[in-house]
């Protein structure tokens, strides 16, 4: 850029100043002043001229020719295979912690289950031999056989000689509200509970007292049942090996089959009365 030697004014390429036209002295040619040895084009100065424009950038398509779409850029294919690798290395490891746990879990929740159903068949027993102590007591209990089986469905109650058995699960009732919640049946031998089974009438898992230490359900004769057991199978167990020769019959009546009040029904069931089913849900 150039400047008036005169007033100092810039001026663009070719202009003259007028401040010498109106003084009426000729103007003066300038010559375009090259930069001193060593000088850095910068901000322009006085009588120093402007830098040269940079040269514009190289055309490397002159003819126009049809150009392949600049690619998109992604992942390298190294990460891509490391992040696959990784997320099938968290599935196999997931799947081998839930082999594991899942089991471990359910057979967990079914012991806790057991257990439980195994403390309600011992509350069963405390509250049926409170029972048996207070008919004692009030000189009722000796109306019953030494050994008799007392069911929640007072139908299948085995063995009482006739007696009526509701007394016992009224007193019973006082001591255990929840006993409405299952069906059981307990069996008293010397007017002593000896044996409960009971089932939970929601989730039908079966409890026992005396416990069993495995999933598989204690019988009165003192074995297991297999585990997929009903409270039927238990009830007909113990009714079978009940020991009420002993203490009801003579000995020369054992073999007269006329004595028993008792007989099975097309299930396999004793039945004193005409009922038909163990449990009429």
């Not at 899942?102 to 409170?130: C, F």
């Not at 929840?178 to 409890?207: L, P, R, T, W």
């Amino acid at each position: 850029m150039n400047y008036c030697p005169r007033c100092g004014r810039a001026l663009n390429d070719g202009e003259n100043c007028n401040c010498a036209a109106q003084q009426g002295v000729p103007y003066p040619q300038q010559t375009a002043q090259q930069p001193a040895p060593g000088q850095q084009y910068g901000y322009p100065q006085q009588e120093q001229p402007a830098p040269p424009e940079y040269p514009q950038g190289y055309n490397y398509n002159p003819y126009n020719q049809p150009q392949e779409p600049p690619k998109k850029k992604g992942l390298p294919t190294g990460c891509i295979i490391a992040l696959v690798i990784g997320i099938l290395f968290t599935l196999v490891v997931t799947a081998v912690l839930a082999a594991i746990l899942v089991p471990a879990m359910i057979g967990y929740t079914k012991k806790s289950k057991h257990a439980s159903a195994n403390s309600v068949a011992k509350q069963i027993n405390n509250a049926a031999n409170t029972a048996l102590t207070e008919l004692d007591e009030e000189e009722k209990l000796g109306e019953f056989p030494r050994s008799f089986v007392v069911c929640s469905d007072p139908n299948y109650d085995f063995n009482t000689d006739g007696n009526d058995t509701s007394e016992i699960r009224s007193i019973m009732q006082k001591y255990f509200p929840e006993m409405e919640e299952c069906n059981y049946f307990f069996v008293v031998e010397n007017y002593q509970c000896v044996y409960v089974a009971s089932e939970d009438k929601a989730e039908h898992i079966i409890g026992t007292y005396p416990p069993s230490s495995s999933m598989e359900p204690k019988c009165y004769s003192g074995g297991y049942a297999d585990e997929d057991s009903t409270l039927n199978d238990l009830y007909n167990e113990a009714v079978t090996d009940l020991p009420i020769y002993d203490y009801q019959y003579e000995e020369d009546d054992w073999d007269n089959d006329d004595d028993w009040d008792y007989d099975y029904d097309e299930d396999g069931w004793y039945y004193d009365d005409d009922a038909d089913d163990f449990y009429d849900d």
